[in-house]
């Protein structure tokens, strides 16, 4: 199984980006995929999660600005982050966990490298 996040980068507060995150090595629809952060000296926390069949969760402190989606014919996880803050500032990765969503980032089976996002302000 190989997990690769893109899509990372430097970006001025207020704008955006998307993330990407290809899964090989699975059945991609049978997976919940999920986006979790790490900002420096701060724990991993999640940021949302998604079904194979679509059904999302997002951090309550997100909604409005973050989306995630995905295509399962291109086996790729989506995160469009907009209006960004510097405190989202952190390296994000994308990790996938048979069947179901869940919020620990233990409870997820595998992980891509990450991709750093960077907000100035």
């Known amino acids: 199984v190989q997990v690769v996040e893109s899509g990372g980068g430097l970006v001025q507060a207020g704008g955006s980006l998307r993330l990407s995150c290809t899964a090989s090595?699975?059945?991609?629809?049978?997976?919940?995929m999920g986006w979790f952060r790490q900002a420096p000296g701060k724990e991993r926390e999640g940021v949302s999660c998604?079904?194979?069949?679509?059904?999302?969760y997002l951090e309550d402190s997100l909604k409005g600005r973050f989306t995630i989606s995905r295509d399962n014919a291109k086996n790729t996880l989506y995160l469009q982050m907009n209006s960004l803050k510097p405190e989202d500032t952190a390296m994000y990765y994308c990790?996938?966990?048979?069947?179901?969503?869940?919020?620990?980032?233990?409870?997820?089976?595998?992980w891509g490298q990450g991709t750093q996002v960077t907000v100035s302000s």
């Open positions: 990790a996938a966990r048979y069947y179901g969503c869940a919020t620990r980032p233990a409870d997820f089976g595998y």
């Open positions: 090595g699975l059945p991609f629809v049978d997976y919940a």
């Open positions: 998604i079904y194979g069949r679509g059904t999302t």
